[in-house]
Each structure stands twice: as structure tokens, then as C-alpha cells.
Antibody, heavy 121, light 107 residues
């Protein structure tokens, strides 16, 4: 059974960079059939796709966040990571890592449990 | 960017009754449309993909329909576990976008 688990700090100071890692277990990240992505949900708001990476390193980003986001993959550790720079209070959210099929681009069929990231000094 | 619009924002339903949720895309997404159920403290769960195909282990009381720009999620005979927020999402092209959600609450 495929499982995804987010890890990283729960508190980030304004202007700093958020770094989150998603560890994939139960299957290889270096599969040609899947993309790996990040989604977030600010408190009281809806879901927002942040970006997606393929095992080759090819990335796709939400245009609204593209200037601040880097998503990368480490196939040797079966992990992929999110970096979001210049964090502000509006970036406070639950961050989920997800899997979605390569052939269609979606939908998001496996989700991590989510990790709450708060931006505060 | 394709904008997904869901209606209504909130739907009050009695247990055992049915519910119909709507999702509209600002341009055609063909059948590249998914529905998710999201309960507080849990990760969203995929219900429907390809506009009408139930995901693994999803009960038959959930059904999806539509194509192009207009989509519907129908839930027959709501159970206690069905009261949640439901999101639609397109995967027709990049960027992937979600609707704002419909909260199904107990009447």
C-alpha cells in the first residue's frame, strides 16, 4: 500500500524559506506512471495546487507561486521536496504531498496526512 | 488558467436524503474532472475521476456526471460520514485548479 508522509517544521518566521519533504513508501518514486505534487489549504479556505514534479526532475508550478517555489525529487531516498521562499502569514496552511497519474495529469489519488505550517515571528 | 466554480457554497440536507452538487469550468475540460470529499483533520479523499468513474472503494451512492464545462456530483441517501466539504478539480491542462468547495451540512 502506497503511503506518503510529510515532514518539516511546523513554524516558520516571516521572510524565511519553508522546506518540506515527502517520503514515499510502498512503491518507487522513480516510476514513469506517476507525478508527485504539493497542495495546500489555508485555514478556512479551499485547496490550492502548488506544483508537481516527475521523477526525471521536470516540474510544473502554479503561476501564482512560481516565483517562490522549487520542487525537487531525490530518487535515491524515495523522497520529493518543496521549498517556498519569502514566507508570509498568507502562506500559513496545511501542506499535503500527493501522487497523481502521469498519463492524464490527475487526479490526486494518494495523499499524505498533511502538515500544518504556521508563519509567525 | 481554468477557473472552477462550485455551487451552492453550502447545502443543508437531512440524513437519508439525496444531494446534488454542481461544478462549472470556465472552459472545456472534457472529462478530466475529479471530485474529492474532505473532512476536518483528514486528507481529502478521491471520490470520482474522469467525471463519472468511482475511485476504489467508493460506495455506489456517489455518482458523477457531465462533460465539457458542466459537472454534477450526486449523493443518494446521505450517511453521517458524508457530511463534509466536497471539491471538484480539473486536470485538463496546467495549472491544475480546484473549485471553492461545497459544504454539505446536516439539516
Amino acid at each position: 500500500q502506497l503511503q506518503l508522509q510529510e515532514s518539516g517544521p511546523g513554524l516558520v518566521k516571516p521572510s524565511e524559506t519553508l522546506s518540506l519533504t515527502c517520503t514515499v513508501s510502498g512503491g518507487p518514486i522513480s516510476t514513469s506512471s506517476c507525478y508527485w505534487g504539493w497542495i495546500r489549504q489555508p485555514p478556512g479556505k479551499g485547496l490550492e495546487w502548488i506544483g508537481t514534479v516527475y521523477y526525471t526532475g521536470t516540474t510544473f508550478y502554479n503561476p501564482s507561486l512560481k516565483s517562490r517555489v522549487t520542487i525537487s525529487v531525490d530518487t535515491s531516498k524515495n523522497q520529493f521536496s518543496l521549498k517556498l521562499r519569502s514566507m508570509t502569514a498568507v502562506d500559513t496552511a496545511v501542506y499535503y504531498c500527493v501522487r497523481h497519474p502521469y498519463d492524464t495529469g490527475g487526479p490526486f489519488d494518494y495523499w499524505g496526512q498533511g502538515t500544518l505550517v504556521t508563519v509567525s515571528s | 488558467e481554468i477557473v472552477m466554480t462550485q455551487s451552492p457554497a453550502t447545502l443543508s440536507v437531512s440524513p437519508g436524503e439525496g444531494a446534488t452538487l454542481s461544478c462549472r469550468a470556465s472552459q472545456s475540460v472534457s472529462s478530466n474532472l475529479a471530485w474529492y470529499k474532505h473532512k476536518p483533520g483528514q486528507a481529502p479523499r478521491l471520490l470520482i475521476y474522469g467525471a463519472s468513474t468511482r475511485a476504489t472503494d467508493i460506495p455506489a451512492r456517489f455518482s458523477g456526471s457531465g462533460s465539457g464545462t458542466e459537472f454534477t456530483l450526486s449523493i443518494s441517501s446521505l450517511q453521517s460520514e458524508d457530511f463534509a466539504v466536497y471539491y471538484c478539480q480539473h486536470y485538463s491542462n496546467w495549472p491544475l485548479t480546484f473549485g471553492g468547495g461545497t459544504k454539505v451540512e446536516i439539516k
